[in-house]
């Protein structure tokens, strides 16, 4: 007798338990673990989607030296006596409608004009503005120092001889359009571009170079 209303209550628990379970269950309140596990995760990127961006050097150019060049040199005085502290910059100058892009060092004419580097001599030329000049590269031809308003070239001058620092070139004058008066070198650098034509190039203020 107690065996058979144990049974009957164990029936009927089993009964509510399942009941409240299926109610449970489909109002979606419990969860089986079961289920969520079994469940694909979402995938992490496959390695193969993080990819490198292509190598910079073969896509990208990279600037080389043609652009730049070595520092530009120190030089030496273009004309003995002169004192460097004492010159006066003259490179942003306007002249004639444009950048005088060169320093005038006034000095009496027949002052001797002196190479400011070693180099050859490129070019011998009269020009209406610069009248009597020289045109010397520096030996690594990076650079070309213009010497202008000269009054006579040293004696013995050629195109293609090599100048040492120091060496007399010319003398100073007012050929071209500097004034008979004010009689001055006009010495500009340019670094030379890659064709290296002696009438070509990229000006640099000459007076830090000297300084
Ligand atoms: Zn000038």
New binding site residues.
Partial sequence: MRAKMTGIFMLGFATGVAVLTGTLWVSGALKIPAVEAGTPRPVAPPPAAVVEPAHPTAAEPVPISSGADPIAPHLAMPLAGVEPTHLVD?FNDA?DGHK?E???IPAARGTPVLAVAEGNVVKLFTSKQGGLTVYQFDNSRTFSYYY??LDRYAAGLKEGMLLRPGDVLGYVGSTGN?SPTAP?L?F?VNRLLPDKRWWEGTPIDPLPLLL
């Fill in positions: 003259t002249r005088h060169a320093l005038d202008a308003h500097a001055h006009h500009a």
